[in-house]
């Protein structure tokens, strides 16, 4: 969400919902990720793996989700695409943990796009 967007949706009242001619609200990319990355049930049932900081290889999420490393992999790369995880290497493995940062700025644009449209 450009700056301009972002200021115009914060400052609007009650009574001037509507965004004015020229200016329709639209979602970073990245908040778009988010959400996409929100629309599987796979990777719902991926993210609450990761309540209360817990810290995971691939290998460890496919065996408690019950899917493929493969498949564990793809997902969990749309879940960082989408800022809900990030991940860092520890040696050769790499773990996985909730990105609550990433999370927070894209529900903060939901909101203020939200603000704006409805």
Do not use: H, W
Request: include cysteine; proline fraction near 2%; charged fraction near 25%.
């Amino acid at each position: 969400m450009s700056i301009q967007r972002y200021v115009y949706a914060r400052t609007m009242t009650e009574s001037t919902r509507s965004a004015p001619v020229g200016l329709e609200p639209e979602l970073a990319e990245a908040t778009r990720d988010f959400l996409k990355a929100l629309a599987s049930a796979t990777r719902q049932r991926i993210l609450l793996l990761f309540a209360r900081g817990a810290e995971l290889s691939v290998g460890e999420v496919a065996e408690l989700a019950g899917i493929s490393q493969s498949t564990a992999s793809q997902q969990l790369a749309l879940l960082r695409r989408g800022g809900i995880v990030t991940s860092r290497r520890d040696g050769k493995v790499v773990l996985y943990s909730a990105d609550r940062d990433g999370m927070a700025r894209a529900l903060a644009d939901v909101q203020a796009y939200l603000q704006v449209c409805c």
